[in-house]
Structure formats: C-alpha cells, structure tokens
C-alpha cells in the first residue's frame, strides 16, 4: 500500500501562483511514476504533469506547459507542482497519483495509476 498526502492548495488571484506538494509513505519502490491531475466541477479529470522517480524525466499537459512545473525531493518522498501565471480555468482539485514500475517507462498521462491521493482544492479568482 502507498499513501498519498496532498497540500498547499487554497484561493489566489489571477497571474498568482501556488505550489502544491504530494507526500508518499508505505511500501515505496524505488522505481515509479508520480502524476498530478485535476478534475474541475462538472468536468472529467485531466492529467497535468508527471515525473519518473528515478530518472527525474517530466512530461505536461499542454494546457500547463511552460507555467508549471514538477520536481521532487527524494530525502522528503514529496513531489512538488509549482503553478504560475494561474488562470481561471486551473481551478479544479488537483490530486497526485502514483504508477508502480516493474521496468522503466517514460511518464505519461496516459497510463493506469496505481494510488490517489485525497486532492487539494486550487481556486483562481479572476
């Protein structure tokens, strides 16, 4: 079982930025993915950026790109997703996500993950 803690979400204006962090525990193997995705009121969930653990490659939604960024710090098994510029349309709930590995393969938004965590509300006013 892996256990997935999100925070740092709350209300901010528009061209604010927020950093969300998404802590891991339990039976952490050395080689997985960790995803944010976000679902808004009345919409399907999205994928927004995800990393690969080990290797530190990234891979974003295009709506993101160039505003967000996904990074990690191993000592804390806490990934981080830091959103600039915000908009109205980043409101959602954001929640991380983790894709156990058994061989390496490239982050991706696509693929099935394993464990969710419980999701931060992100308000951008406008």
């Known amino acids: 079982q892996v256990q997935l803690v999100e925070s740092g979400g709350g209300l901010v204006e528009t061209g604010n930025s927020l950093r969300l962090s998404c802590v891991a525990s339990?039976?952490?193997?050395?080689?997985?993915?960790l995803g944010w995705f976000r679902q808004a009121p009345g919409k399907e969930r999205e994928f927004v950026a995800a990393?690969?653990?080990?290797?530190?490659?990234?891979v974003y939604a295009d709506s993101v790109k160039g505003r967000f960024t996904i990074s990690r710090d191993a000592a804390k098994n806490t990934v981080y997703l830091q959103m600039n510029s915000l908009k109205p349309e980043d409101t959602a709930v954001y929640s991380c996500?983790?894709?156990?590995?058994?061989?390496?393969?490239?982050?991706?938004?696509?693929?099935?993950?394993?464990?969710w965590g419980q999701g931060t509300q992100v308000t951008v006013s406008s």
């Open positions: 990393l690969n653990w080990r290797r530190g490659n990234t």
């Open positions: 339990g039976d952490i193997f050395a080689s997985y993915t």
């Open positions: 996500a983790v894709r156990i590995l058994q061989r390496y393969e490239p982050p991706s938004g696509n693929a099935v993950y394993d464990y």
